[in-house]
């Protein structure tokens, strides 16, 4: 592991995050740690991920705008924030321009958020997004909180993605407490991650088709879903999965489902791949994909599905494996697809389904002869980091333990990151109607960015 606090020590933040852009670190998060500065690395050729301490400082992080084009503001602990700092800024005052607010209740059951959109007739020129209406201070609760109540927290930040906060929290206790699984343990924290990813693209999937119109598709799709998550019951006793991942082991047994679990793949996968045909020989839907929402700047650090999509290689899965991924992803880099628009984020999402299919049929679903049961909770002291790739894209975990308590925990997730993208690609010569549909191929979670 690397540690850079001596190099660091002095230099500004901007500097020091560009100076590690360029030597090919990932900056992974940017946080306040007793009256300082630290700035987390993840340095992808050798796998490590080390800390940075810029010094005392106010409470920075990178611009919305993502690296390496950094800005930097203070840090707001709690109240709205906003993307931009003004309609102006987006060069939608003139004459027959005006803001069409929408939120932070919207439609369905969408997550609060506030859009102020500079529009002239029906074209979009700009877009600001007020976010925090519902912050719930997840690090705040889980500091000086034992280990199963900071991962039950974690488990919590958003129901996207339980079984990868669970695994990205543990992952981080076990590497501060040194703290080993076996291979059949980590083999199916794998599969049980896989399992969450095919369900939750199934969810995206079928909003994006409902956002054009094919509702049938939409149904059929929202049916695979809920198949997956009736099988997630079946196998873990909750619909997402939420319960059995802990550090140093499980917390409850799993099934033995292999049967079953081949069985519901072998229909997921054919049915998918009917709806899947059916889509892509309907033009009313690829019309209203192509182009829309279209990524403007490739420099954008954006993560997941988003970032796949606009043609960034990134993929922990395969760039960093973790848990039991080395034994099941195979030799296939993850689908990719340069156009940067819904059409690339709806292909990569319906690759990314079919080689999560091929990664549960690798992985099975025969539990552990015997629980591996957590360690006791009531000691140990360090400092680890979890980093996984959620069905969003990179999950990054922090966490600092003094004697068997959580010190500190720090959380950068995927749609905290790919966030910034939304109102560059809202903007980018889209129109009111588009809106839906732009919205639906990104499908962001709120929650993970009100923190």
């Given at each position: 592991m690397m540690d850079h606090a001596t190099e660091c020590a002095g230099e500004s933040l901007p500097k020091m995050c560009l100076r590690a852009v360029d030597e090919g670190h990932k900056v992974l998060h940017i946080f306040p740690e007793h009256g300082s500065v630290r700035v987390a690395l993840w340095q992808r050729d050798e796998g490590s991920v080390?800390?940075?301490?810029?010094?005392?400082?106010?409470?920075?992080?990178?611009?919305r705008h993502g690296l390496p084009s950094l800005r930097f503001a203070e840090e707001q602990d709690l109240g709205p924030d906003t993307f931009t700092e003004s309609a102006s800024e987006l060069g939608v005052i003139g004459e027959g321009m005006h803001i069409m607010p929408l939120g932070p209740v919207r439609a369905d059951v969408a997550e609060a958020l506030r859009y102020e959109m500079g529009v002239l007739g029906d074209e979009i020129h700009g877009v600001s997004l007020r976010t925090g209406y519902k912050?719930?201070?997840?690090?705040?609760?889980?500091?000086?909180?034992?280990?199963?109540?900071?991962?039950?927290?974690?488990?919590?930040?958003?129901?996207?993605?339980?079984?990868?906060?669970?695994?990205?929290?543990?992952?981080?206790?076990?590497?501060?407490?040194?703290?080993?699984?076996?291979?059949?343990?980590?083999?199916?924290?794998?599969?049980?991650?896989?399992?969450?990813?095919?369900?939750?693209?199934?969810?995206d999937l079928a909003a994006l088709a409902a956002s054009t119109g094919t509702i049938v598709a939409a149904a059929d799709i929202y049916r695979l879903r809920e198949a997956v998550l009736r099988f997630g019951a079946q196998w873990t006793g909750h619909r997402y999965m939420r319960g059995p991942i802990a550090p140093g082991g499980w917390r409850s047994e799993l099934r033995h489902v292999t049967q079953e679990l081949l069985r519901l793949l072998d229909d997921v996968e054919r049915q998918f791949l009917a709806v899947r045909q059916a889509l892509?020989?309907?033009?009313?839907?690829?019309?209203?994909?192509?182009?829309?929402?279209?990524?403007?700047?490739?420099?954008?650090?954006?993560?997941?599905?988003?970032?796949?999509?606009?043609?960034?290689?990134?993929?922990?899965?395969?760039?960093?494996?973790?848990?039991?991924?080395?034994?099941?992803?195979?030799?296939?880099?993850?689908?990719?697809?340069?156009?940067?628009?819904?059409?690339?984020?709806?292909?990569?999402?319906?690759e990314e389904i079919l080689a999560s299919v091929a990664m549960l049929r690798r992985a099975g679903g025969d539990a552990p002869e015997t629980a591996q049961l957590p360690p006791a909770s009531g000691a140990g002291t360090g400092t680890g980091y979890g980093l996984v790739e959620s069905p969003r894209g990179r999950l990054f975990y922090r966490v600092a333990l003094e004697d068997g308590k959580v010190k500190s925990c720090r959380i950068r997730t995927a749609s905290s990151i790919n966030w910034v993208a939304v109102p560059f690609a809202l903007a980018n010569r889209n129109i009111l109607q588009d809106f839906p549909i732009i919205d639906a191929s990104f499908n962001l979670s709120v929650a993970s960015l009100d923190l």
């Open positions: 080390s800390e940075c301490d810029v010094g005392p400082g106010p409470h920075a992080r990178p611009s912050r719930r201070g997840v690090a705040q609760l889980m500091t000086g909180s034992d280990i199963p109540t900071a991962l039950a927290i974690a488990e919590r930040v958003t129901g996207t993605s339980n079984v990868a906060h669970a695994l990205a929290f543990s992952l981080a206790v076990e590497d501060a407490l040194d703290l080993a699984v076996n291979d059949r343990t980590s083999i199916l924290r794998s599969a049980l991650a896989e399992c969450e990813r095919l369900q939750s693209h199934l969810g892509d020989h309907t033009n009313s839907f690829l019309d209203r994909l192509h182009g829309a929402g279209r990524i403007p700047d490739r420099s954008l650090d954006l993560v997941g599905v988003v970032g796949r999509s606009a043609g960034l290689q990134e993929d922990v899965r395969w760039d960093r494996p973790y848990a039991g991924y080395r034994a099941v992803i195979g030799g296939r880099r993850p689908a990719a697809c340069a156009t940067g628009d819904a059409f690339g984020r709806y292909t990569v999402r319906c």
